[in-house]
C-alpha cells in the first residue's frame, strides 16, 4: 500500500476545508486537501469551488479521494480510482461538512421525492429541470436559494412549504437588520422567486403516484391542500457530518463535533470546522475554517484573530436555529406502516417497538443498510428522542480491497 506524507491532511474541500488550507499553508506548512468530490467546493460551490481556492494555491488539492478509516493517530486510509494509500499528517482539520435531514411521510420513498440540496446538485451536475413543476418543502434558508436556482434553470417552482411559524419568520427577517448583507441576499433571493408563494406553517403530509410522485398532499394555516407536481425537493435543515470525528475518538456532544475556541478537538493534533461542528452557514464555516488552519499551522496569534468573527457568525447560527427549529407536528407525519430505513424496508412502526437505536439495530437492520444509518439515524432521533451517533469502520462505502489493504504485511 503506497504511503502519503504531509504536515498538515485537511479533509472536506468545502468552504471551511477550503479556508483551512489555504490558512495552513500561509503559515508556511506542506498542506493536503483531499475530498471525495470530483471537484472542491462543497455542498455550497458545488461545480466552482476551483474560483475559490487561493490564488495561486499553495496548497495540493486531490478531489475523488475517499477517507474511510482511521490509522492509528496520525494516520488515515483512504481510497481512490488509483488505488489504496495511507495519508499521514503532523496536523489534521476535519471539514467533512453536514447533509440534509430527511423526516419520513407516507409517499416519501415515491420516484421523483428528493431532497432539495440533492436535486440542486443534481441539476448542477446536468439533470434537465427546465419545464418541471417543483414544490419545495421542508425547513430554513435552504430553501429559498434552491428554488431560486432551480427556476433560474428554467423549473417551474409552484410554491415553498416552510414549516416555520409566521411570526417566527417575521422576527427573523426582522433580525436581519443588523446584518445588512444577509438582509440584502434574502431580499435578492426574494425577488428572484417574485410570483412563487412561500407558505409558512406548512409541510408535506404524504405524496401519491402510480410509480412515480404525480401530487402532493401539504398541511397549511388554512387546512390540507393538494398539488399536481413533478418533483417534490423536500428538507428539513441539516445534520453534522460526525462520523469520521467519532472514529477518529473526537469528542461528540449534541449530534456536533466539540471544539475549543482554537477549533481544536478532544484528540491532539486533530481539529474541526464548519458545519460538523455546528450548523451555521457559510461565513461561519469559512471563519472557523481560516481558524483552524492557522492553528494547525502553529500562528496562533492569526487563529485568534478570528474569535470576534467567529462570535458574531455563530450569534446568527443561534437565531437561525431558533428561527427553524422543527414542530412537534412533524413526529406525526409518518403512519406505522411508513418506511423508516429504506435500505433494510423498516417501517416506522416496527422500529418504534424497541427502546433504542442499538435495539431497534440488532432486531431489525435499520441503520445496516447502504446509507449506514445517515438517513434513517436523523429520523429516528428527532422521531423517537434516540442518540444515533455511530462509529465504526468504514466511515464511507469502501471496497473490500481496501479495507484487506490495511492488514497487508
Known sequence: MAERRT??????????GLAAAAA??????????????????????????????????????????????????????????????????????????????FLPFPGWTLPNVVGAGGLQAMVKGGVPIAGKRVVIAGSGPLLLAVAAYLRSRGARSLLIAEQTGRLRLARFVL?????????????EL????????????????????????????????????????????????????????????CRVEAGCVAVDEHQATSVAGVYAAGEMTGIGGLDLSRIEGEI????????????????????????????????????EELRELPDARTLLCRCEDVSVGRAARYPSWRAAKLHTR????????????????????????????????????????????
Open 24 to 101: 495552513a499553508a500561509a503559515c508556511g506548512r506542506r498542506v493536503l486537501l483531499v475530498d471525495d468530490n470530483a471537484d472542491p467546493g462543497g455542498q455550497i460551490w458545488r461545480g466552482e469551488g476551483r474560483a475559490h481556492l487561493a490564488v495561486p494555491a499553495r496548497f495540493e488539492v486531490r478531489c475523488g479521494v475517499r477517507v474511510v478509516d482511521a490509522c492509528g493517530a496520525s494516520a488515515v486510509l483512504a481510497e481512490s480510482a488509483g488505488g489504496v494509500e495511507r495519508l499521514t499528517f503532523d496536523r489534521l482539520v476535519l471539514a467533512t461538512g453536514a447533509r440534509e435531514r
Open 175 to 187: 433580525g436581519l437588520a443588523g446584518a445588512p448583507q444577509r438582509l440584502r441576499q434574502t431580499l
Open 292 to 327: 483552524a488552519g492557522y492553528a494547525a499551522g502553529g500562528d496562533e496569534r492569526k487563529a485568534r484573530a478570528g474569535l470576534g468573527p467567529r462570535r458574531r457568525a455563530r450569534r446568527f447560527a443561534r437565531a437561525l436555529e431558533r428561527a427553524f427549529a422543527l414542530r
Open 7 to 16: 504536515e498538515v491532511l485537511v479533509i472536506g474541500a468545502g468552504p471551511a
Open 366 to 409: 435499520c441503520g445496516m443498510g447502504a446509507c449506514q444509518g445517515r438517513i434513517c439515524g436523523a429520523a429516528a432521533a428527532f422521531l423517537f428522542g434516540w442518540r444515533c451517533e455511530h462509529a465504526r469502520p468504514p466511515a464511507s462505502p469502501a471496497r473490500i480491497a481496501t479495507l484487506a489493504a490495511q492488514h497487508e504485511v
Open 190 to 249: 426574494r425577488r428572484a422567486l417574485a410570483g412563487v408563494p412561500l407558505l409558512t406553517d406548512a409541510w408535506p403530509l404524504s405524496a401519491h403516484g402510480a410509480g412515480r410522485l404525480e401530487e402532493i398532499r401539504l398541511r397549511t394555516r388554512r387546512g390540507e391542500r393538494g398539488e399536481r407536481c413533478d418533483l417534490l425537493a423536500c428538507g428539513f435543515g441539516l445534520v453534522p457530518n460526525t462520523e469520521l470525528a467519532a472514529l477518529l475518538g
